[in-house]
């Protein structure tokens, strides 16, 4: 589910949106998160270019076949 500007990662960790907290006013777009996330992230950053964004809205990704 990625366009030619996208990529993946796989990132191991208990909690992610908690590792990012700090950097998200300058790294990453959050506006695609729902405010009902257990998260709580602040929605930030809508459409800024070079900023990560979350594809899947804060849903995890179980599974990927990349072609």
Same mark, same amino acid.
């Given at each position: 589910?990625?366009?030619? &500007?996208?990529? +993946? /990662?796989?990132? !191991?960790? !208990? &909690?992610? /949106?908690?590792? *990012?907290?700090? &950097? =998200?006013?300058?790294?990453?777009?959050?506006?695609? +998160? #729902? !405010?009902?996330? #257990?998260? %709580?992230? #602040?929605?930030?950053?809508?459409? =800024? *270019? %070079?900023?990560? !964004?979350?594809?899947? %809205? %804060?849903? *995890? =990704?179980?599974?990927?076949?990349?072609?």
């Amino acid at each position: 589910m990625t366009d030619t &500007d996208s990529l +993946v /990662y796989e990132i !191991e960790t !208990e &909690d992610f /949106y908690q590792d *990012i907290k700090h &950097d =998200i006013s300058d790294k990453f777009d959050t506006s695609n +998160v #729902p !405010e009902s996330h #257990p998260s %709580g992230l #602040p929605r930030l950053n809508k459409k =800024i *270019i %070079g900023m990560f !964004e979350d594809k899947c %809205g %804060g849903k *995890i =990704i179980r599974e990927l076949c990349g072609l």
